[in-house]
């Protein structure tokens, strides 16, 4: 029996190689797109604030997106979470900061588009794209796990999405 409020251990792959943590996390993209044009909900001097930040997390965020997937190198990229055959673990650049750099920089981006749009709509649905992000990394983790023996210290020694704290 779990504890009460815990998520489950053993969550669904989705596919084979994960393609339906894909397809939900496009969707949820799409909807906090649009959600971004409902805003602005609120206004000044909140709304200069607000976009002055979201800007900076936005670009941050993209920043971070390019950074992991490059350091990927085309060996290890896929778009799925499923390992590639014939990857390596990466635990260098960014991913000597965070486990899943690519998942960070979206939750950021997501967050600051929220608030460059000034959107209370588009600000719940990034942070239900951050618990989703948790939710996905965890079931890949279980994939790496399983594909690289070094896994399990590179995860006790880096954190998982936010650099020194999660």
């Known amino acids: 029996m779990r504890a009460r409020g815990r998520l489950p251990e053993r969550l669904p792959d989705l596919g084979p190689r994960g393609e339906g943590w894909v397809v939900i996390q496009f969707v949820l993209f799409g909807l906090l797109g649009l959600a971004g044009m409902l805003g602005p909900d609120w206004g000044e001097p909140w709304l200069a604030v607000g976009r002055a930040l979201g800007a900076v997390l936005l670009a941050a965020g993209l920043l971070l997106v390019v950074l992991g997937l490059v350091q990927l190198r085309p060996a290890n990229l896929a778009a799925v979470p499923h390992p590639r055959p014939g990857g390596w673990l ?77």
Request: proline share 4%; no cysteine; glycine share 4%.
């Open 90 to 166: 990466v635990e260098t650049g960014v991913y000597a900061l965070v486990r899943h750099p690519v998942y960070s920089g979206l939750i950021a981006a997501a967050i600051g588009w929220s608030l460059l749009r000034a959107s209370v709509a588009a600000l719940a649905l990034a942070l239900v794209l951050a618990l989703f992000f948790d939710l996905k990394a965890r079931r890949e983790e279980r994939w790496l796990a399983a594909a690289y023996p070094a896994y399990a210290d590179y995860r006790r020694r880096v954190r998982k999405l936010v650099p020194f704290l999660y």
